[in-house]
């Protein structure tokens, strides 16, 4: 068996390398390369890289919309609280927008007005105009969101309610609930796919 040369690095990824190296990391404490399963590229930051809290907000900036993971969990928090504030008001306009336009904004509950995520749940399929429980259901993992529920209508009314989800959390709520995928409509708690709380 030959072994083949390694296909260089593209351009774009050389550059990001660079940007990511004047942020001060170490270039031999990280990679840069395409990944097909994702469709994008993937920066992967080792704990040899010296990445710290304070280079967050440059690797942010370098990297742009292209997926990083950091090895250290701290730092890789960091990140994600990050992206979560630059995110916010752009995640917050979205989901009002799509609120107003079904006019299901006035008298939007806050999380702090209940006792628990389930309670709150409830309030928000209320406002989408459903019954309480239709789509958020309780599991042993936590609360799940079943887009299945609603058969034939679940499309609009998932709409509604992950953009009251999505407008809660931009407003600073902490709600935290999974999802159960579309191809994943059989009941069981142990394919839910956990969302991350907004901070």
Do not use: W
């Not at 990445?51 to 900036?61: D, L, M, P, S, Y």
């Not at 609280?81 to 009002?96: H, W, Y």
């Not at 806050?110 to 239709?134: H, I, M, N, W």
């Not at 407003?171 to 579309?182: A, K, P, S």
């Amino acid at each position: 068996m030959i072994d083949m040369p390694q296909t260089p690095p593209s351009a774009y990824e050389q550059v990001l390398v660079q940007k990511l190296v004047r942020c001060g990391l170490r270039p031999d404490g990280f990679t840069v390369r395409y990944e097909a399963e994702l469709q994008s590229v993937e920066v992967v930051i080792g704990e040899g890289s010296g990445a710290t809290k304070e280079h967050v907000e440059c690797i942010r900036q370098a990297a742009g919309s292209e997926i990083v993971t950091i090895r250290d969990p701290a730092v890789q928090r960091a990140y994600e609280d990050r992206i979560g504030e630059v995110m916010r008001p752009v995640m917050l306009a979205s989901a009002k927008t799509e609120l107003e336009r079904r006019g299901v904004l006035n008298d939007f509950p806050r999380r702090s007005a209940y006792p628990t995520d389930k309670a709150f749940a409830e309030a928000l399929e209320r406002q989408c105009g459903l019954v309480p429980g239709a789509m958020f259901v309780e599991s042993a993992g936590g609360l799940i969101l079943r887009p299945d529920a609603m058969g034939g209508e679940s499309f609009d009314k998932l709409t509604c309610v992950l953009a009251a989800a999505r407008y809660a959390q931009a407003q600073g709520d902490r709600f935290t609930f999974g999802i159960i995928g579309n191809e994943q409509f059989a009941p069981d708690p142990e394919k839910a796919v956990p969302t991350r709380p907004t901070r």
